[in-house]
């Protein structure tokens, strides 16, 4: 079996499709993948090994006269699905997921989705009637298809994370792949008046890139205090992580959920469709972590909740969760 899965814009969208395409490949398929040639996923799948193609597509004033060549690049990803003889595709979300559904379409080959958050995004919702199945990461989310549609598998985490058992002490702080100002600078000042020190944990931040020199510059280095604008093997962070800081992307919090690590989930307030935040509230439902929202007074109800937080300490004693079935596992069983 020959598999295209596409994805782009975040790694909350690429993460997935690289795990799912990774198990596919140990069953004995042949995967490939495919999104733009501009943005962060040809980075990550090339960074990985991927056999990866991208195409010249573009958002309305991305790029001058850019979005007008993307039925051009329709066309284009069309042929090439045609010309590799794909037998199908998956589409995990982005921009580019819409044009690679289209083509998958065109084709006529069988189309399935991967949606991570809990309300389903625009594509998705666009591409589903031309799909075969949507699997699912949360139960709320079947409600939004017809029936049968769709299917809870859950959000596939790469199988290097699914064999870690975090045995740290340490509070992670998860901005998302783009990093999160406002999380950033509440936390520089938490960081500053001792509070995150007397929690007594290691400290891992990740900023993303573009907080990075904000952070680091604003602070004095300390015993226990890692800074990092970007992580490319979070199996190393999650190694140390007791408790996580985290926007409420839905990828994350798969990693977080499969690795049993509790958290505070920031939702990000700007997010289409406020999806972080139905997201946060469907995993505060499942117990394990409290959601705090920005706002008037989001530097002390973030306290509060590290306090409750850490006072609660560590979940701990998982099995190993390769020994489950995975998302990956369920969704591979459902298209094979």
Not at 297 to 312: H, P, W
Request: proline residues 5%; charged residues 25%.
């Amino acid at each position: 079996m020959k598999v295209l899965l596409a994805a782009g814009g975040t790694g909350g969208h690429i993460y997935p499709a690289l795990a799912l395409g990774q198990f596919l490949a140990g069953r004995g398929a042949r995967v490939a993948f495919g999104g733009t040639n501009h943005r962060m996923e040809r980075e990550l799948f090339e960074r990985e090994g991927a056999d990866y193609r991208g195409f010249e597509i573009y958002r309305p004033g991305e790029k001058i006269g850019g979005f007008f060549k993307n039925p051009l690049t329709l066309f284009s990803i069309s042929s090439w699905i045609r010309k590799e003889a794909f037998d199908c595709v998956v589409c995990a979300g982005g921009y580019v997921s819409f044009y690679f559904g289209l083509a998958a379409a065109f084709q006529r080959k069988p189309l399935y989705l991967l949606e991570q958050n809990v309300i389903p995004g625009r594509v998705t919702r666009l591409l589903a009637p031309l799909a075969v199945k949507v699997f699912v990461s949360f139960p709320e989310s079947l409600s939004g298809f017809a029936p049968g549609k769709a299917l809870w598998t859950g959000n596939p985490v790469r199988a290097s994370l699914l064999k870690i058992i975090p045995d740290g002490e340490g509070l992670a702080v998860l901005g998302g792949s783009l990093g999160s100002r406002r999380l950033n600078e509440a936390l520089v000042r938490l960081e500053k008046s001792g509070f995150l020190k007397k929690l007594g944990r290691p400290l891992l931040w990740i900023t993303g890139e573009r907080d990075f020199e904000m952070v680091s510059s604003a602070l004095e280095e300390r015993p226990g205090l890692r800074i990092f604008s970007y992580c490319h093997h979070m199996e190393e962070i999650f190694a140390e992580t007791a408790l996580a800081v985290s926007r409420a992307g839905a990828t994350a919090l798969a990693e977080l959920e499969a690795l049993e690590i509790p958290g505070i989930l920031v939702p990000y307030p700007h997010a289409k469709d406020d999806h972080q935040r139905a997201n946060a509230r469907a995993m505060e439902k499942k117990g394990g972590y409290i959601m705090v929202e920005e706002g008037d007074g989001f530097e002390e109800r973030l306290e509060k909740a590290l306090i409750k937080m850490n006072r609660a300490g560590k979940t701990g004693g998982r099995e190993p969760l390769q020994k489950k079935i995975s998302a990956a596992e369920r969704i591979a069983e459902a298209m094979l």
